[in-house]
């Protein structure tokens, strides 16, 4: 019987222990608030608010700041590689590395069979054609004295139309070299000319050499005073990327240097392998500090829209988030999650969590923790 007694009290201890216990997890309690939950209850209001500060949330305009590497690339309508159409032997040379260069300007000369037969063929169809003009001119001449015969002057006619088309397309030949078909003599060097104005930035040209018509390029001419920059942004980020944004770029060899840029172009597939978009955007170069394949750091910067701006001061840490304290009554508080976007300059750029108008604890939040 005592026995049973005793094991009754036991039950009972351990029954209060466990109330107190639950009590201990759900609520905190001293002289001057009182924890339940997320809540606080404020039970001395000088006691509470002498250890705080209050303020209401502002809104202010802020550019959601992307950051990712990019590299130079040059504008594809402002690249040329300089190539001969034709096999054969460089018997001048014009330029030299780092020269300016105007469309059209020669580059360099070259004597190629495959361009003697070009010319051969273009003097060729000229004489036919001549030929033909001169025989229609002669049936013209028969018929109208009588001598002729229409048929005859229809063929000869017929006859003159085929060879002006074959000069027509021998001389379209030769202008896609930049030749003066007019002048040109038969036999001359084939000029190579710049289709671009720019800079050589490239010049493998050497006179005597021979060139195969399948030889990498020996000449680059590049026009480099505005370049892209071809940057990788990250899926969860190419929301915040827009055509016509603007852009700071910093590359490490002017680090005191901030270059400014426009988007130009968000690529619509995403790379299998680096999960990243590519997003291509123009910069003005006319300086000439960013070179071809150097490696920058981007800042986009998002079209402006209005965040929540609070005291960096207000924000507490929890275990898995940052939260404020908001007053929701003058003697309530409420422990809120909040997403921080950015901290700079002693305030804190909110995301979600907050509205307008909210009043928070500013200062001395950790008071109520």
């Not at 300059?345 to 001395?364: C, H, P, Q, R, Y």
Request: proline letters at 4%.
């Amino acid at each position: 019987m005592k026995k049973i007694k005793i094991f009754q009290l036991f039950l009972l201890a351990s029954m209060l222990c466990l109330i107190g216990c639950k009590k201990n997890e759900t609520q905190q309690e001293n002289s001057s608030f009182v924890i339940k939950g997320d809540s606080v209850f404020v039970k001395n209001n000088d006691a509470v608010f002498s250890q705080i500060k209050l303020s209401e949330v502002e809104t202010v305009p802020y550019s959601k700041e992307v950051i990712t590497a990019g590299t130079v690339q040059p504008l594809p309508t402002q690249f040329a590689y300089i190539a001969p159409p034709f096999a054969g032997r460089v018997v001048k040379s014009y330029i030299k590395l780092g020269q300016k260069v105007k469309a059209n300007t020669p580059l360099f000369e070259i004597v190629s069979p495959d361009f003697t037969n070009t010319q051969k063929e273009f003097f060729q169809a000229k004489s036919e054609k001549e030929l033909a003009q001169k025989e229609l001119q002669r049936k013209q001449d028969l018929l109208s004295n009588g001598v002729g015969s229409q048929k005859e002057m229809e063929e000869a006619a017929s006859i003159l139309q085929i060879a002006e088309k074959e000069y027509e397309n021998t001389y379209a030949a030769l202008q896609v070299y930049h030749v003066n078909a007019e002048n040109m003599a038969l036999g001359q060097p084939l000029i190579i000319r710049s289709p671009i104005a720019g800079e050589v930035i490239e010049n493998n040209v050497i006179t005597g050499q021979y060139i195969k018509d399948d030889s990498d390029p020996i000449a680059i001419v590049a026009d480099l005073s505005e370049v892209w920059i071809s940057a990788q942004v990250k899926e969860k980020d190419i929301r915040f990327i827009h055509e016509n944004d603007e852009m700071d770029i910093f590359i490490a060899a002017y680090p005191e240097k901030t270059l400014k840029g426009k988007v130009f172009h968000v690529e619509e597939a995403v790379d299998d392998d680096t999960r990243a978009i590519k997003v291509l955007s123009f910069v003005d170069n006319k300086d000439g500090l960013l070179k071809i394949g150097m490696y920058t750091t981007v800042h986009f910067l998002d079209k402006p829209a209005d965040f929540i701006q609070i005291p960096e001061t207000a924000l507490l840490q929890g275990e898995k988030n940052s939260y404020v304290f908001v007053q929701k009554s003058p003697d309530i508080f409420i422990k809120t999650p909040v997403e921080v976007e950015a901290t700079m300059d002693g305030t804190a750029i909110i995301s979600k969590g907050l509205s307008k108008n909210d009043v928070i604890i500013s200062e001395g939040g950790y008071y109520l923790k």
